[in-house]
Structures are given as structure tokens and as C-alpha cells.
């Protein structure tokens, strides 16, 4: 495998692995609230989810590491 493939791969491997923990934090969230938690619980959980949101938008928005046109 190529160097720039190596490096793609490992961008979308960082974007599985924030979409997964996003997707976690959300369902978590959901039946905690469901089940009654308390507000400062749920906070807790948006802080989070919101902290992810932005790791996974810095990510899209840098793009490719090697950004050297295609030949």
C-alpha cells in the first residue's frame, strides 16, 4: 500500500472510530434519560457529544493529509 493510501486509511479509520463513539454517546444518552437521569448526568453526556461533533467536523474539514493532486 501506498504511503498517501496508508494515511486516507488512517483518516477514515479516526472518522469510524468518532462516528462510533458519537452514535454510543447518543443511544447512552437516550435510554439514561428514558430511565430517569438527573440533569447534571445528561449534561454530562451532551458536553460529550458536542465535543465529539467537533472533533469529527475539525477531521472532515482537514481532509486528506497529503493533499498532492492525483496522477
Known amino acids: 500500500m501506498m504511503a498517501a493510501e496508508e494515511g486516507l486509511g488512517d483518516g477514515f479509520r479516526k472518522l469510524d472510530d468518532l462516528l462510533l463513539h458519537l452514535k454510543g454517546l447518543v443511544l447512552v444518552r437516550q435510554v439514561r434519560e428514558r430511565r430517569g437521569a438527573?440533569?447534571?448526568?445528561?449534561?454530562?453526556?451532551?458536553?460529550?457529544i458536542d465535543r465529539v461533533r467537533n472533533q469529527l467536523?475539525?477531521?472532515?474539514r482537514s481532509g486528506p493529509r497529503d493533499r498532492s493532486p492525483a496522477r
Open 38 to 48: 438527573d440533569e447534571g448526568e445528561l449534561l454530562m453526556y451532551r458536553v460529550e
Open 57 to 60: 467536523a475539525m477531521l472532515v
